[in-house]
Nanobody
Framework: QVQLVESGGGLVQPGGSLRLSCAAS????????LGWYRQAPGKQRELVAT???????NYADSVKGRFTISRDNAKNTVYLQMNSLKPEDTAVYYC?????????WGQGTQVTVSS
């Protein structure tokens, strides 16, 4: 059973930066895709970014050029570097694993962008 634990959320001013981390325990397969999703109040959960074990990244248009996803395969950890944060980035951010054996979600970490 894979467990995902996020950290790094918090309160930041517009234009600031945060780095989220997600540590995965259990068996992670080379075909698994790790990623970040977010859910703002009253909205559906949406894709932020995903990354394959080979480092191929995919981003939502709303975060391209501002967010960077990376992955440390040796540590089974995925990161999300968020720069130039905007109030509309405020949401609960969830770590996600998708693979042949199924899908797992973390518990979420709150990111609030406000002055």
């Amino acid at each position: 059973q894979v467990q995902l634990v996020e950290s790094g959320g918090g309160l930041v001013q517009p234009g600031g930066s945060l780095r989220l981390s997600c540590a995965a325990s259990g068996i992670i397969f080379s075909s698994d895709v790790l990623g970040w999703y977010r859910q703002a109040p009253g909205k559906q959960r949406e894709l932020v970014a995903t990354i394959t074990i080979g480092g191929i990244a995919n981003y939502a248009d709303s975060v391209k050029g501002r967010f960077t996803i990376s992955r440390d395969n040796a540590k089974n950890t995925v990161y999300l570097q968020m720069n130039s944060l905007k109030p509309e980035d405020t949401a609960v951010y969830y770590c996600n694993r998708k693979g042949l054996s199924g899908t797992n979600w973390g518990q979420g970490t709150q990111v609030t962008v406000s002055s």
